[in-house]
């Protein structure tokens, strides 16, 4: 998972290294508010954005793929999106998280 704005994004000048044009593509968010973004094995496959509830005490984290992902890539990001709204504190006690896949 990348931060929006992460420099191993916008630092090269061949992007299509760890990024198909047709991905990029798909996951810009130039209308709307700058993304996250998930890398698996290298690649970019997909966006991350935080979805907060503060009534139901819940934190959801949005996760669209631009590809189909194995049942193992999925537990991957599941495991490393519930680290990663512990590392952001976001309010996220045993159970108050959730992980939601979305297709692009």
């Known amino acids: 998972?990348?931060?929006?704005?992460?420099?191993?994004?916008?630092?090269?000048?061949?992007?299509?290294?760890?990024?198909?044009d047709e991905h990029r593509a798909r996951l810009s968010?130039?209308?709307?508010?700058?993304?996250?973004?998930?890398?698996?094995?290298g690649f970019l496959r997909g966006t991350w954005f935080l979805e907060r509830?503060?009534?139901a005490g819940r934190v959801?984290?949005?996760i669209r793929h631009v590809e189909r992902l194995s049942k193992r890539?999925?537990?991957e990001l599941t495991l490393e999106g519930l680290r990663l709204v512990e590392f952001l504190g976001a309010g996220a006690e045993a159970g108050a998280a959730e992980i939601r896949f979305v297709p692009l």
């Open 1 to 20: 998972m990348l931060a929006e704005y992460d420099n191993v994004l916008l630092s090269h000048s061949d992007r299509t290294r760890f990024s198909p």
């Open 60 to 62: 959801t984290l949005v």
């Open 29 to 41: 968010t130039a209308t709307g508010p700058v993304q996250g973004s998930v890398l698996l094995d």
């Open 73 to 75: 890539a999925t537990t």
């Open 53 to 55: 509830d503060p009534a």
